[in-house]
């Protein structure tokens, strides 16, 4: 957290020194709209840090007159507001381009285009194709969540765990919760898995109260997708003896011999990636992209001490078989 926090304050001192609330410059200007709260969120901290970095790089060398502007929003944990949010922060028509990231994000741009033609907008973790005013790029969110269901899966004594999630949503109830099933099943033939909704990303007491009631039910492994709301869901389970397995960032050192596997997605990789698209032109407008292991934008980590120290070796030896299988495109 210590390190996020710093990692905050340059960005934010880095952001005014830009000028970001000021009048744009004769340089591009770009947006990034932060679905949440960054010292809250990995995923978002390195969105903003991603794009920090491409467009520093580029303002080292630039001349005055082609310096980049760039404005960081950080729009908060209530969903119901980051419509009005980033259609306000359209409205202002200085961006040229706004970056964000979150599956739920198309939807909510589509309409906010047909007002102001002229906007563009790069998505990660986002899908959407054909609109020339948007590029997504997706991670493979089906590897991510076959793999947790397989070390669960593999981990599980009971055969029964659970998948509790913030929202239902396409990605959530079409890729993540059916790639999640079918790895517990390869992992545990007989395996029951149960879904779960917060109804939020922060409510932390009811994803709490949530664990707790599936762990009565027999449920040992649990994948929590949930932003905030899935520190209840570690504490639960911690407090019941039972696995986590996690998604998006290195989990290990939030719960030491709880967390059993994580995968992780290189966001400031590919937000730094695509800011220099942007820069350079090169966008591919109406294209949806879509990386996973494969292209090095997903990992499995293999090599933190406390999964070596928490998993049995001989479901280390498996899980690396399994992506070894994926990487050759099996």
């Known amino acids: 957290m210590k390190k996020i926090l710093l990692a905050c304050a340059a960005l934010a001192a880095f952001v005014f020194g830009l000028g970001g609330c000021s009048k744009k410059a004769s340089g591009k200007s770009i947006a990034v709209f932060v679905p949440g709260i960054i010292d809250d969120s990995p995923t978002y901290e390195k969105l903003a840090r991603g794009v920090t970095k491409a467009v520093e790089d580029f303002n080292q060398t630039a001349g005055e007159s082609e310096k980049i502007n760039l404005f960081v929003m950080e729009a908060g944990t209530n969903q119901a507001e980051w419509g009005a949010k980033i259609t306000a922060l359209a409205a202002e028509q200085k961006y040229d381009v706004i970056i964000s990231s979150n599956p739920s994000l198309p939807d909510l741009v589509e309409p906010i285009i047909q007002q102001f033609p002229n906007q563009k907008f790069i998505l990660l973790d986002a899908t959407r194709e054909g609109n020339q005013n948007i590029y997504t790029v997706c991670y493979d969110q089906a590897q991510q969540g076959f793999l947790a269901g397989?070390?669960?899966?593999?981990?599980?004594?009971?055969?029964?765990?659970?998948?509790?999630?913030?929202?239902?949503?396409?990605?959530?109830?079409?890729?993540?919760?059916?790639?999640?099933?079918?790895?517990?099943?390869?992992?545990?033939?007989?395996?029951?898995?149960?879904?779960?909704?917060?109804?939020?990303?922060?409510?932390?007491?009811?994803?709490?109260?949530?664990?707790?009631?599936?762990?009565?039910?027999?449920?040992?492994?649990?994948?929590?997708?949930?932003?905030?709301?899935?520190?209840?869901?570690?504490?639960?389970?911690?407090?019941?003896?039972?696995?986590?397995?996690?998604?998006?960032?290195?989990?290990?050192?939030?719960?030491?011999?709880?967390?059993?596997?994580?995968?992780?997605?290189?966001?400031?990789?590919?937000?730094?990636?695509?800011?220099?698209?942007?820069?350079?032109?090169?966008?591919?407008?109406?294209?949806?992209?879509?990386?996973?292991?494969?292209?090095?934008f997903i990992e499995f980590v293999q090599d933190d001490p406390l999964y070596i120290s928490t998993v049995p070796e001989e479901i280390r030896e498996k899980m690396s078989a399994v992506l070894a299988d994926i990487v050759a495109g099996k």
């Not at 009811?206 to 899935?230: F, R, S, T």
């Not at 911690?238 to 998604?247: A, E």
């Not at 990636?273 to 992209?289: C, H, L, N, R």
């Open 150 to 296: 397989y070390i669960g899966g593999l981990m599980s004594k009971s055969g029964h765990l659970a998948l509790i999630a913030a929202q239902e949503y396409p990605v959530m109830n079409e890729i993540i919760y059916p790639s999640f099933v079918k790895g517990a099943k390869s992992a545990y033939a007989d395996a029951l898995v149960d879904f779960r909704v917060v109804g939020n990303w922060y409510d932390a007491t009811k994803g709490a109260e949530i664990a707790d009631a599936v762990i009565k039910n027999g449920v040992d492994v649990i994948l929590p997708i949930c932003g905030g709301a899935a520190q209840g869901v570690i504490s639960s389970a911690v407090n019941n003896g039972v696995y986590i397995s996690w998604f998006d960032d290195s989990g290990f050192k939030r719960a030491p011999g709880t967390i059993i596997g994580s995968s992780t997605v290189k966001q400031a990789e590919m937000a730094e990636i695509v800011t220099k698209q942007f820069i350079e032109g090169s966008v591919k407008w109406g294209q949806a992209d879509m990386v996973g292991i494969e292209d090095g």
